[in-house]
């Protein structure tokens, strides 16, 4: 197993700790998103969209870090099951997953940045203030929603972390480097701490990384 990453991208470490949960054994190349790696012809002879994580198994090549965890998870269905539980359960589970992967990832990640600053002007205060709004919108949601559930559970969606975690906690993490007042999230921070008592999770953390300056 190889996966492609670059240690500050949500959607690798999103990888990382799926990898890590299932206890696979796998190895890391770098590619600097900061430079343009991704746009490299080696880059691209693996993935048309110049993107990252790129993941390759067994002789197939896969791209996109929920598509990914679905892999895994089919594939390798004796390790650690990312999506379990009931039906319903397991709908919970993806829109959770899904509420910070379509609806705050794909307006704040880098190549969008990059665009507000060199294609609209916009300053480094206007950027921080775009990624703060759209961060806290959905957090805000999520909050409420861990809030009124009916029946609490030691993690997201269940008494074991899921792909629930496997995007909240990169996305925790890009709060802070953003300086979002994570104190408003205080259900949140409580499935946060629960994760940082859990190796798989620690291991995936950015500054863990071979590329990590």
Known sequence: MVLYDYYRSSCAYRVR???NLKALDYQQIPVNLVTAEQSSLAHQQLTTEQLVPVFRDDGITLTQSLAI???LDEAYPHT?????GSVYQRCAIRAFALAIACEIHPINNLRVLKYLKSALAIDETGKNQ??????NTTFVAL????????????FCCSDQPSLA???LIPQIYNARRFNVDMEHYPNL????RRCQSIAAFNRAHPDQQPDAK
């Open 130 to 135: 775009w990624y703060q709004h759209w961060i």
């Open 69 to 71: 965890c679905e892999y």
């Open 80 to 84: 650690y099951a990312l999506i379990t």
């Open 17 to 19: 700790i799926a990898l």
């Open 143 to 154: 909050e409420s929603q861990l809030k009124q559930r009916s029946d609490p559970t030691l």
């Open 165 to 167: 975690e496997v995007c």
């Open 189 to 192: 921070l409580t499935i946060e």
